[in-house]
């Protein structure tokens, strides 16, 4: 597992990962016991802000 997954995994409701495209997009499952749908935003601007801030990555990354 890479640096990038175990960071997400990190999150509360996160359930899977999925790293594409040589890690410019990131697919994330979350599991609907534990988060809603109006949680899930504020867990997207989460994986954002700390992939900005404990990664060093080019160019833009995608989280869906």
Known sequence: M?????LI?????????????AGREIMVYVDPKKIT?????KLLKDIGEKIESQ??????????
């Open 2 to 6: 890479g640096e990038l997954e175990k």
């Open 9 to 21: 995994y990190t999150l509360e409701g996160v359930d899977k990962v999925h790293i594409m495209q």
């Open 37 to 41: 749908d109006i949680q899930v935003e």
């Open 55 to 64: 990664l060093d990555y080019p160019g833009i990354i995608r989280v869906t």
